[in-house]
């Protein structure tokens, strides 16, 4: 089956996370994406465990990809990249706003080399902010987004960061959406645009909880919430008022509450017997009987090992095993994406820095091996060394 993206061009020029995260997506789609690295390599190369030379966060997030290694600095690096672009459809980067201008790189210079051509920019502010120029880690924008403090009101604890770079992750996924539309809009139009993603704002629309800020009224937390049951703790999911209504009428639990009891008494004294119920069980399986013949949803506090191991991803396939360069394998988690007809998924290992400097020169410019190797002499292309 044919992927769906099979004929699209995507030069990756960002780092990290958000912007190495829609590449890899679109490379699992089957887009021909050439990451371009700087000299010294993605920072994430030796992140995670290293195996031979490549180490788990870079393989996750750039698994499927070529690689180049182009010096901007040097004379000539920064026009072998405007090339590359002029034979892109989508070209992303995550730089400050403002660095790529300095290298002869800005928008409007590409749009005018290759109108046609997509570009997606994430930054922590966005491009034209007052607050453009601040550094922007996933951390500073969970903290500028309200999650740090929502959590620490609702936890009860000092504030603390998510483990999670879930900032990242949202504007890499919405960076992708738009890179979809955009190029759909190229269809009609036949011009590229130039997508500014600010992780804010990707944070805030993504925040459900948004609303009670916008409306100026407290926040009500919904969503799970832990017991500990039979079997070890269990989230539950639902307005308790609700569930207590299932119990009560379902299970036969009996409402504890003496007439006329206050509000918190009451809400106190329900708890209880439910923290009673849950705990009721012989094991954990009739637990989960129950709560499914009642239509309670329910799930199980895994850790992250063993949700690789849960009935759903083992049958859906999604940790898969990639070449680790070394003779043997390693497992990366697989793009979400199944479709009816087409092909989709990872679909090639990690890439050592500069490993596909000259497949790619030859593919997407018809470079000849002279020039390939004037580039080499002078430095703009670097290539790790592999024994």
Not at 195 to 216: P, R
Not at 362 to 370: I, N, S, Y
Request: aromatic share 6%; charged share 20%; proline share 6%.
């Amino acid at each position: 089956m044919e992927a769906p993206l099979a004929s699209l061009r995507v030069l990756d020029l960002s780092r990290v996370l958000a912007g190495p995260f829609a590449g890899r997506m679109l490379a699992d789609m089957g887009a021909d994406v050439v990451k371009v690295e700087p000299p010294e390599g993605d920072i994430t190369r030796g992140w995670g465990a290293v195996r031979h030379g490549l180490g788990g966060y870079f393989t996750q997030q750039n698994a499927g990809k070529r690689t180049v290694c182009i010096d901007l600095d040097t004379p000539g690096g920064a026009s072998l990249v405007s090339r590359l672009a002029q034979r892109a459809d989508v070209l992303i980067e995550n730089f400050r706003p403002g660095v790529l201008a300095r290298h002869g790189l800005a928008w409007e210079q590409l749009h005018a080399l290759n109108p046609r051509l997509v570009m997606l920019s994430i930054s922590g502010f966005g491009a034209t902010s007052p607050e453009a120029q601040r550094p922007a880690y996933a951390a500073v924008l969970h903290a500028e987004a309200g999650i740090v403090a929502r959590q620490s009101e609702f936890d009860a604890a000092p504030p603390t960061d998510p483990v999670l770079s879930i900032a990242d992750t949202n504007a890499g996924l919405h960076g992708l959406a738009a890179v979809l539309a955009a190029l759909l809009l190229r269809e009609r139009s036949g011009l590229g645009q130039h997508v500014d993603i600010a992780m804010l704002d990707a944070m805030l629309v993504t925040d459900d909880y948004a609303h009670f800020a916008l409306d100026g009224i407290p926040i009500v937390r919904g969503g799970g919430e832990i017991w500990d049951a039979s079997g070890g703790p269990i989230m539950v999911t639902g307005d308790f008022r609700t569930l207590w209504k299932v119990l009560t009428a379902q299970f036969g639990v009996v409402d504890p509450t003496p007439p006329g009891a206050p509000l918190g008494e009451k809400i106190r004294l329900r708890r209880q017997a439910a923290a009673v119920f849950y705990r009721s069980f012989p094991n954990r399986s009739a637990l989960i009987a129950a709560l499914d013949g009642a239509r309670i949803p329910w799930g199980d506090v895994r850790s992250t090992a063993a949700a690789f191991s849960s009935p759903t991803a083992l049958a859906r396939g999604t940790a898969v095993p990639i070449d680790d360069r070394g003779g043997g394998t390693r497992r990366v988690v697989q793009s979400p994406y199944r479709f009816s007809g087409a092909q989709s998924g990872v679909h090639g290992s990690a890439a050592y820095r500069g490993e596909h400097n000259r497949d790619v020169l030859v593919d997407w410019l018809g470079a000849a091996p002279d020039e390939i190797a004037q580039l080499e002499e002078a430095g703009v292309l670097l290539a790790e060394e592999r024994t």
